[in-house]
């Protein structure tokens, strides 16, 4: 009797593979995720009208259709024409690997991958990879069902440790306050339960559409965005009165806005029903919740904003402080340091989003952002930003107490302008980091108060691949917020900020995770993103030795190198069958 596709693979690998019996029928379309990249040229500045930053939300739009019944096992036709061959071909595979010596032995620990036979030994940095940004859908239930289960197959076989999921705010909590809508996630972490990968779940308190690599749009609760329409200060506000929607401005944290309830306290609930619903999952699949806590999910103010071109990369960005709440916290700190003249505004001096700093006056070479006006205004700006982190983690960690999950931080990598005295967007975000002054170690150290893991991104850049004259520094920068992590005794995790499957990026990541960062390893990583793209042949090829050498850390990128990319090899073959379906159900949906 021959043995189906899950339980081949999963031979070959010592581990399991549980494969779905229920594929679900369905027109979703597969989303094509693409990510432009920004011509580089020094805008011209003019005048920009009083633009409302904000996705419409399409009116009339029902619920999508139900779910349908449960079918039989669908595989695609490529598959089906190369499943007969499969065991053999697994026999000669097997058959071909010759008796392992010490070193092979060390190597093929981790070949199983994911989970306690993999890189939870702790010998190299587990990779998990982002999921799909649509993968549940308004009113509940899984996009591409069956293609998300053929790729979570393959990804557990290629030996990643788990995936990520934007837990939306905007989707679970849509139509009232309180009612909360988990259908599209129990089937999701079940479906991840089943195949054994592990779940990094975002709380994802901000609006999808506007930023880098964004493929959909998905708002804020409908709830949220009439209380926004009826005060519009509840949104980040520029100098020129753009109303930006992406996220609630931090400025009313504790106050009461959103029908009775401040926005702390409507995050804390929103996490709390989580761990409810969730709680037989937390700890052993959902290992980590990621607490968004800005635009992107990041500790940030929204300074670039690409939505209707307001920003274009490298502008320095602007200050998000005119919301008649934050322009409130900014009078009474400027009264309390006996200049109330200062708390009018932000520096008038700064310039606008595509501007360089030396456009500026309060952002050049000797401007006043280094002066007492630039130094009260920008502690004050980062001080706020931290304290809005503080509120969520005392949320967080409370909510998540005992429940065997790790609490993470995501903050934005912005390089561009890094190599300047001032560090322009990074100060219009938030951070206080100058040539004169670590604005990463405050960070580090506020997480480490809670416990949390810093989650930080870029760390596939290297500073020759970005244009000289924006002065741009990634891996200086991935440097700082490393050795910033250390001082603070915090656990360090990375990202790739774009899409990248060239063997150069992928041996950035792995240098800086494994060996370079700090002297001590990361944490994690986590991979962006699943798609069609990632399946490709090449790019799979290439991933799959990425995930091996990360999992060997050190050793990976030393003397056992060959062994790693010979064994990956190896994984590559065993896996096609399941990648070209997984390909072939992205692609069709």
């Not at 581990?15 to 990510?35: C, F, H, L, N, R």
């Amino acid at each position: 009797m021959a043995l189906n596709l899950a339980h081949q693979i999963g031979t070959l690998r010592g581990t399991p593979v549980v494969s779905e019996t229920a594929a679900i029928a369905g027109g979703d379309q597969p989303s094509a995720a693409a990510v432009s990249t920004a011509a580089l040229r020094k805008p011209q500045t003019t005048g920009a009208p009083n633009l409302r930053c904000r996705i419409q939300r399409a009116s009339g739009q029902g619920e999508l259709d139900s779910v349908s019944p449960p079918m039989s096992p669908c595989r695609s036709p490529a598959l089906a024409a190369t499943r007969p061959d499969l065991s053999v071909a697994c026999q000669a595979l097997v058959a071909d690997v010759e008796p392992a010596t010490a070193d092979e032995k060390a190597v093929r620990e981790y070949l199983g991958g994911g989970g306690e036979g993999g890189v939870g030994k702790g010998k190299g940095v587990p990779v998990y990879v982002m999921l799909p940004l649509d993968t549940v859908r308004p009113g509940g239930g899984l996009n591409r069902r069956k293609a998300m289960n053929a790729s979570l197959m393959a990804l557990k076989s290629a030996g990643v440790e788990g995936v990520m999921v934007d837990v939306w705010w905007g989707l679970v909590e849509r139509e009232r306050p309180g009612e909360y809508e988990w259908g599209g996630y129990d089937d999701l972490m079940e479906m991840a339960r089943r195949i054994g990968l592990k779940v990094q779940a975002v709380m994802s308190f901000h609006q999808c559409g506007g930023n880098v690599g964004d493929s959909c749009t998905i708002p804020l609760p409908q709830w949220v965005l009439e209380e926004m329409d009826n005060d519009p200060d509840l949104a980040y506000t520029d100098q020129c009165g753009r109303r930006n929607y992406e996220y609630v401005s931090l400025g009313c944290d504790t106050l009461p806005v959103l029908k009775g309830r401040t926005p702390i306290q409507c995050y804390a609930d929103f996490m709390r029903a989580f761990r409810d619903h969730f709680r037989h999952l937390l700890g052993s699949t959902i290992v980590e919740i990621q607490v968004g806590m800005g635009p992107a999910g990041e500790l940030r103010y929204p300074s670039y904003p690409e939505l209707h071109g307001t920003w274009k990369f490298p502008g320095i960005g602007a200050f998000q402080c005119y919301d008649k709440y934050m322009l409130s916290s900014l009078k009474a700190a400027a009264l309390e340091a006996g200049k109330p003249e200062w708390g009018h505004g932000g520096p008038t001096d700064a310039g606008g989003y595509n501007n360089w700093p030396e456009d500026t006056t309060f952002f050049r070479h000797d401007g006043g952002w280094n002066g007492p006006y630039g130094e009260f205004f920008l502690s004050w700006y980062s001080q706020r930003l931290l304290e809005h982190g503080e509120r969520i983690l005392s949320s967080a960690t409370s909510v998540f107490d005992s429940t065997g999950v790790k609490i993470s931080v995501k903050v934005a990598g912005i390089h561009w302008h890094y190599g300047t005295r001032s560090h322009a967007p990074e100060l219009t975000a938030g951070y206080y980091n100058t040539r004169f002054r670590d604005g990463y170690l405050p960070i580090a150290r506020m997480l480490g108060r809670h416990g949390a893991v810093f989650n930080f991104t870029c760390v596939e850049m290297r500073d020759g691949e970005q244009p000289s004259e924006a002065c741009c520094r990634p891996e200086g920068l991935v440097k700082q917020v490393a050795a910033a992590a250390r001082e603070a005794g915090v656990a360090l995790a990375g990202e790739n900020a774009l899409p990248r499957y060239d063997e150069m990026a992928h041996e950035q990541i792995v240098n800086t995770a494994t060996v370079e960062a700090g002297g001590e390893k990361m944490a994690a990583f986590t991979y962006l993103r699943m798609g069609p793209e990632l399946f490709q042949p090449e790019n799979w090829r290439r991933f799959v030795a990425f995930v091996k050498k990360m999992a060997e850390g050190r050793e990976g990128v030393g003397p056992c190198r060959e062994l790693v990319e010979r064994e990956a090899e190896r994984s590559v073959h065993a896996t096609g069958p399941l990648v070209q379906e997984a390909a072939v159900a992205l692609m069709s949906g």
